[in-house]
Each structure stands twice: as structure tokens, then as C-alpha cells.
């Protein structure tokens, strides 16, 4: 069964104090990896796709990796700002689930001042 | 560039009623896929339009249905509502129609529906 699942379920940092949160999927076949922002009550906002294992994408202070069987979203020197859901979603390749985005829990992220 | 949009935002139903949400893709979309997510959970796969007709479904009974429009919005209907169907409904647009490559979902703000 396809199936995603994010670590650590809460996080909290200082600012500046950077880490790393995780996602790990066992898919039949993988088609992407998306990594999103949700703030509280709001829709996902679009941070990052990868495609293949080795592959590394950044945005400010936010930089995506991808391997084989999981992602990391590392975090550096975050700011009170950065505080929010981060949720990891994976599109598979099989026929007749290929179109859907299956979702982790998310990590809900807190950094303080 | 206007992004997916969703209206209403807040709707409030009874056990038993039904109620439809609306949704407008990105401009230059063409695929509309629509996600529940209950507090704390990450969304549910319901269903996904292209080119007016339901191209896959997730695990939701018949009570769901939706319709996409020419103009590529999107409507989603629930019938016969649950005190479960409370959540946030999330509408995804996405440009599908080129293969070979995945295209990313963006997300609209989302309806949130209490059934009392």
C-alpha cells in the first residue's frame, strides 16, 4: 500500500537554529515528491517538486532532498515566519492511482525568537 | 495572475442537507482535483476533473460528486450530509494536459464546511 509518513510530528527551534524534518514514502513507483507550507486554516502553499533520487532544490532558507525511499526539507538559521505545517506528498506511478497525491501527517513546525 | 480560487469561504449545513463548493483553477490550468482534510490529518484524495469528465476517484461513497465546466471550474457536491463530512475542502488545479512530465498542484484557500 502507498504510503507517506513525516518525522518529527511537532518541531520546535529558536530562530536561527536549523534542522531538518523528514519524509519517507514506499510508493509503487514514484512520480514526484512534493513538499508543502500550511498555515492554520489555510490551503497548502507549493514550496518544491523532485522527481528523481539525488536531485536538490532550495528556496531561501529551505532546501529539498530525495532519495530512493525518503526526503529531507532542511531548514537553515529559520525565523519566526518559517512557523507552519510542512507537508510531504507523493504522486504515484501505477495505473489508477497515478493522478492523486497521497499525503503525510505533516510536521507543524514552531520557531521561536 | 489570479491563483486557484475557492469559494464560499465558511459554510455552515445540517445533517441531511447538501451543499456545493465551487472552485476556479489557475489561469492556464486545465485539471481540477479536489482534497478533503479533517483537523490535524493530511487531505484525502476525492476526485480529479479533466476535460469535463472524472478522470480517478479516491475512497469517498456516491454522495460526492462534481462536475467540471468548459471553462475549466469546478464544482464539487455533497449530498445527504454527515456530521463527518465537517472539514476543509481544498481544491487543486494543475496544467495536465502535456505528457511526459508531472505537473505540480497548487492549492485555493479552501472551504470550510461544519455540519451541524
Keep these: 500500500e502507498d504510503q507517506v509518513t513525516q518525522s518529527p510530528e511537532a518541531l520546535r527551534l529558536q530562530e536561527g537554529e536549523s534542522s531538518s524534518l ?14 508543502y507550507r500550511q498555515d492554520p486554516g489555510k490551503g497548502p502553499e507549493f514550496l518544491f517538486t523532485l522527481y528523481s533520487a539525488g536531485e536538490e532544490k532550495e528556496k531561501e532558507r529551505l532546501k529539498a532532498t530525495l532519495t530512493k525511499k525518503e526526503s529531507f526539507l532542511h531548514i537553515t538559521a529559520p525565523k519566526p515566519e ?5 507537508l510531504c506528498a507523493v504522486r504515484p506511478s501505477n495505473a489508477g492511482n497515478n493522478r492523486k497525491l497521497i499525503w503525510g501527517l505533516g510536521t507543524s513546525l514552531a520557531v521561536n525568537p | 495572475d489570479a491563483g486557484v480560487t475557492q469559494s464560499p469561504t465558511h459554510l455552515i449545513k445540517t445533517r441531511g442537507q447538501q451543499v456545493t463548493l465551487r472552485c476556479s483553477p489557475k489561469s492556464g490550468h486545465d485539471t481540477v482535483s479536489w482534497y478533503q482534510q479533517a483537523l490535524g490529518q493530511g487531505p484525502q484524495f476525492i476526485f480529479q476533473y479533466y476535460e469535463e469528465e472524472e478522470r480517478q476517484r479516491g475512497n469517498f461513497p456516491d454522495r460526492f460528486s462534481g462536475h467540471q465546466f468548459p471553462n475549466y471550474s469546478s464544482e464539487l457536491n455533497v449530498n445527504a450530509l454527515l456530521l463527518g463530512d465537517s472539514a476543509l475542502y481544498l481544491c487543486a488545479s494543475s496544467a495536465e494536459r502535456a505528457s511526459g512530465v508531472v505537473y505540480t498542484q497548487y492549492f485555493g484557500p479552501g472551504t470550510r464546511l461544519t455540519v451541524l
Design chain 1, 22 to 35: 523528514n519524509c519517507s514514502y514506499t510508493v509503487s513507483g514514484l512520480r514526484g515528491l512534493f513538499w
Design chain 1, 82 to 86: 518559517d512557523s507552519a505545517t510542512y
